[in-house]
Nanobody
Framework: QLYLVESEGGSVQTGGSLTLSCAAS????????MAWFRQVPGKDREGLAA????????WYNTPAKGRFAISQDSAKNTMFLRMNSLKPEDTATYYC?????????????????????WGQGTQVTVAS
């Protein structure tokens, strides 16, 4: 069992930056996947980026490439999402997620069906 606690989101102006964190506790392992997703009302939850905790291998989905950066503090079982050059269309509820086990090939992906542990979600609002 894993427990995920996200930091508070917030409101920023267009072009601003924000960093989210997600701390895992419980049955953590030396190597497991964590990822960031976001969701707006009426739309599917969208995967943004994933990281293999421990080894640090990262993967980004198209909406996150170039502006977002995923990172870890493996000693603290914590994952971060640094978001730069924020746009109003980035307004959403952001979720962190995790699943245990090291994936074959050593890379994690932000495919929703692969994750069975979820944070509570945190609102990010980007004002125009």
């Amino acid at each position: 069992q894993l427990y995920l606690v996200e930091s508070e989101g917030g409101s920023v102006q267009t072009g601003g930056s924000l960093t989210l964190s997600c701390a895992a506790s419980g049955d953590t392992d030396d190597s497991y996947c964590m990822a960031w997703f976001r969701q707006v009302p009426g739309k599917d939850r969208e995967g943004l980026a994933a990281i293999l905790i421990g080894e640090g291998n990262t993967w980004y989905n198209t909406p996150a490439k170039g502006r977002f950066a995923i990172s870890q503090d493996s000693a603290k079982n914590t994952m971060f999402l640094r978001m730069n050059s924020l746009k109003p269309e980035d307004t959403a509820t952001y979720y962190c997620a995790a699943h245990l086990g090291r994936p074959r090939g050593g890379y994690c992906y932000a495919w929703r069906q692969e994750y069975n542990y979820w944070g509570q979600g945190t609102q990010v609002t980007v004002a125009s």
